[in-house]
Each structure stands twice: as C-alpha cells, then as structure tokens.
C-alpha cells in the first residue's frame, strides 16, 4: 500500500509500507546495519549526557563525549583527552550485542510494536513506532523510520528516575564519514 504525505502542499508517495509493523521496523533496523556509514547524536532529556557518534563500515566507531574523544578501529579503543591518547583492546562482544543482526531481530520479535503515524522529524517526513518489551517493562521505545528507510530518530523512554534518551541519526551512506584512529 502507498501512503501520500502532504509535503509542502504538494501529495508524496510516504513509501510503501508492509502489512505488519515489525516486519517494518525489522527493515529499518536491517538498513541500520547494512549502512556504510552514519552519525548519530544522542541527548538526554536532562542534558546530562550529550555524544555524538559517527560510523564508518566495518567496524569503525567515533564517539565525542564533552572534552573526550572515543575511537574504535576493530577490536582496539582508542581514547584521547586533554590531548593525550590511549589504547586498550576492546572486547569483540561488546559491539557485537549491538551490531548482531540475529540478536536485534530476536529483541524485535520480544516486542510490541504499533503504528502511531505519520510525523515530520527536522523536516523529514518519517512515520513513527510505539515498541515496548513483552513483558512489559518500565520504559520502551519511540522509533520514527524515513521515507527512505532508515531510522531518523529514536527515543527511549527513561525508567522511574532515569531521564529518556533521544537519538537522531543522519549523514547514511555519506563517503566523507573517515573514521581514523587519533595521531
């Protein structure tokens, strides 16, 4: 089925959508991990934590965090701060749990996912997902997918005392992403 958004006063074709929800939102997650590279920014609702992440395929991560810079080339950590810079080995499991397709398809088929409709995120037309966890936990997440079908933005709602986490993703598939260790 096609969906049409108005745009600008003109009618989009939204994208076509399929049937069930999770089938969509597992796309969206499988587009995610086929990216060649994105950024990411991620805020918390307090303002207490400000990152912003940019990857480069395979296995290339930058995280800036406040003064410091984290860098990871494979299995290596690279740190710098104040202008010094260390390495450490870094655990494959550790990305791994957030880059295995089977495991995210797996916590996507534990969930309840709903459409709640169609909403623009910084000027992008995206169309927006209710996902909580079965059972049901405290929190849950809020997921808006583009018309190209990738994630736009992501929020997970805080547990009792822990503020929500809100991610925008942008920059898919940009070449000039160039994840390099510090020097």
Do not use: C
Not at 8 to 30: F, I, M, Q, S, Y
Not at 57 to 65: C, D, Q, V
Not at 163 to 183: G, M
């Amino acid at each position: 089925m096609t969906r049409l958004v108005a745009w600008l006063g003109v009618w989009l074709p939204l994208a076509v959508w399929a049937a069930d929800p999770r089938e969509e939102v597992n796309a969206a997650v499988d587009k995610l991990l086929t990216a060649r590279s994105y950024q990411a920014a991620l805020v918390s609702a307090d303002g207490s934590v400000q990152q912003r992440l940019e990857f480069e395929a395979p296995g290339r991560y930058r995280i800036r965090t406040g003064g410091e810079d984290l860098v990871v080339i494979g299995d290596v950590l690279h740190r710098q701060r104040d202008g010094a810079t260390a390495q450490a080995p870094l655990p494959q499991e550790v990305l791994t749990r957030w880059r295995d397709p089977a495991r995210l398809a797996e916590r996507v088929n534990d969930m309840d996912i709903a459409v709640v409709g169609d909403e623009a995120v910084a000027g992008v037309p995206a169309r927006k997902y209710r996902i909580d966890t079965r059972p049901p936990a405290v929190g849950g997440l809020v997921l808006w997918v583009g018309i190209d079908g990738y994630p736009v933005q992501i929020l997970a709602r805080g547990a009792p005392g822990v503020p929500a986490t809100l991610i925008r993703y942008a920059r898919f598939n940009d070449a000039t992403i160039d994840v390099e260790p510090p020097r």
